[in-house]
């Protein structure tokens, strides 16, 4: 089971960036996909669970797809802030109900990504 995540880079305030994440190995069941983040002297916070839950600091501005036929999702993200600036993980939950009653937090994934550095700045 792998994810690998790309898309991430430098962008200006305001810009817009468009993350990746190619699922491989993870099987025919249900597998509940999200995003998170990770600033330097941070926890890893929940950007995503699905197209569920966001952020509070990233909803409007961050939106989640997923295309089942490419095993991948995405992260597209809007007016981008200097706060938003962080690794950015995708991560697959095999055992998932089928639908996030709840926000979803780190513990309900068990498989992650490497991570892919998205920078906002001037």
């Known amino acids: 089971v792998q994810l690998v995540e790309s898309g991430g880079g430098l962008v200006q305030p305001g810009g817009s960036l468009r993350l990746s994440c190619i699922t491989s190995?993870?099987?025919?069941?249900?597998?509940?996909m999200g995003w998170f983040r990770q600033a330097p002297g941070k926890k890893r916070e929940m950007v995503s669970c699905?197209?569920?839950f966001y952020g509070d600091s990233v909803r409007g501005r961050f939106t989640f797809s997923r295309d089942n036929n490419k095993n991948t999702m995405y992260l597209e993200m809007t007016r981008l802030k200097p706060e938003d600036t962080a690794t950015y993980y995708c991560?697959?939950?095999?055992?998932?109900?089928?639908?996030?009653?709840?926000?979803?937090?780190?513990?309900?994934?068990?498989?992650w990504g490497q991570g892919t550095q998205v920078t906002v700045s001037s």
């Open positions: 699905g197209s569920t």
């Open positions: 190995g993870l099987g025919y069941g249900t597998v509940g």
């Open positions: 991560a697959a939950d095999t055992n998932w109900s089928g639908t996030w009653w709840i926000a979803c937090t780190e513990f309900d994934f068990d498989v």
